[in-house]
């Protein structure tokens, strides 16, 4: 299983960027999709995550970028996305995303790194004030 993301860079204050996470040796319909961060000195940080539950998708958000990020998948491509609108400074940091069954998802929760078994390489994304 490999995840690759890309999509990171510098942006200025109010731009957006959009970060997309290929996936090979795994299908994502079948998986929970999250997207983490991480700053230096800092934890990682839950960013946001999709899945499904009875038919739907479901999408969750850390508090911080509600409203200003959204995930989507696309299934044909077997690829999660995080389009990131609004950037502030404080949005600098390493992004990565995860997979996780969904069974595992469901029971764990979705905003826990430990719920996710793989991970990709991380892409930085730098917000100039």
């Known amino acids: 299983v490999q995840l690759q993301a890309s999509g990171g860079g510098v942006v200025q204050a109010g731009g957006s960027l959009r970060l997309s996470c290929a996936g090979s040796?795994?299908?994502?319909?079948?998986?929970?999709a999250g997207w983490f961060r991480q700053a230096p000195g800092t934890e990682r940080e839950f960013v946001a995550a999709i899945s499904w539950s009875g038919g739907s998708e479901i999408t969750y958000y850390g508090n911080s970028v509600k409203g200003r990020f959204t995930i989507s998948r696309d299934n044909a491509k077997n690829t999660v996305f995080l389009q990131m609108n609004s950037l502030k400074p404080e949005d600098t940091a390493v992004y990565s995303c995860a997979a996780a069954p969904m069974t595992r998802a469901r029971t764990l929760g979705v905003r826990s790194p430990k719920t996710y078994d793989y991970w990709g390489q991380g892409t930085q994304v730098t917000v100039s004030s």
């Open positions: 040796g795994l299908t994502f319909s079948n998986y929970c």
